[in-house]
């Protein structure tokens, strides 16, 4: 059976047979046996580096991230030419937002191997979440010079060059990590919006409608058709898309503020009432959809006494 351990008889009675059923456990997420088998591969063997990775794996998938590094750190003090342990030390400072260790833990991977195309990426991402775009493009166009196949490298390069207003050079990158990485719905959705910046409506649909190909609960690709549709005045086709987006909780206040907006530009005020009413129970801070609302009672109100001055007659 495909769940089934291997006995520690048929791995041997060494220490690297009790790291391997380990690993075994760790991965049917059983973490106290795993780790008690980590030790006993430590305790006849204290040098394996190894069984410290192993503890640290463990440490990590329990949420315990400070005993983690406590065990990455000593299996560097093993065998210090273990660079990319670095950067799992540095994602775990990243999740404990400690910052410059974590930059600082990068760079030691980079002094132990400069050739290391991982260390420039993950000090890359590390840039980019908190917004040091500048050294962020630094790091992922090294990345690049020593492993161009780095996707992630180029999308989050397409995203800061946007940010920056080169929209040109960011749909070139966002084509690019496509071109490694297919199966990418995000950037797919981002280059979207890019072509959307550049008035490519056409492509753009069709990268929206691929990013949902690839994960059909993508719903912010149904809300951008839908924008897209709005602004053609392809109303039938745009509250297809809100309302796809709507049943998969997609941006809900503005799917409702948008549908709202349609039925409104098609003379149905009340049935719009009710679709901007529905945007400001979810979003109470949505200026335009209270702007909007007070506009159609405006409409309707004054539909109501223009008929009852109707209704009155010339003799009124």
Known sequence: ?????????????????????????????????????????????????QAHLLLGRVRTAQGDYPGAITHYRSALETNPSLAWVHLMIANLYSELDRDA??????????????????????????????DRHDEAI?????????????????????????????????????????????????????LGDLLVQSRDYDAAIEEYRAAVRLSPVMGIAYFKVGNIFHEQGRYVEALQQYRIALAQEI?????????????????????????FRAALAKSPGLTAARDDLADACARVEERLRRDERAGAGPDA
């Not at 941006?251 to 679709?275: M, S, T, Y």
């Open 251 to 275: 941006e809900v206040a503005a799917c409702h503020h948008q549908i709202g907006r349609i039925h409104a530009a098609q003379g149905r005020d009340p049935e719009a009432i009710l679709e």
């Open 101 to 130: 260790e974590a930059v600082a833990e990068c760079r030691a991977a980079l002094r132990t191997d400069p050739t290391l195309a991982l260390a420039h990426l993950t000090l890359g991402n590390l840039h980019f979440e908190r």
């Open 1 to 49: 059976m495909k769940d089934r351990l291997p006995r520690l008889k048929d791995l041997g009675s060494g220490a690297a047979a009790r790291l391997a059923l380990g690993r075994a456990l760790l991965e049917q997420g059983n973490y106290t046996e795993a780790m008690k088998r980590a030790e006993a591969a430590l305790a006849l063997d204290p040098g394996l580096a």
């Open 138 to 190: 630094v790091s992922f166009r090294e990345a690049l010079r020593l492993n161009p196949q780095f996707a992630v490298a180029r999308y989050r390069l397409a995203v800061i060059l946007s940010a920056r207003g080169d929209l040109g050079a960011a749909i070139a990158e966002c084509r690019a990590a496509l071109r490694l990485q297919p199966h990418l719905a995000t950037a797919r959705v981002t």
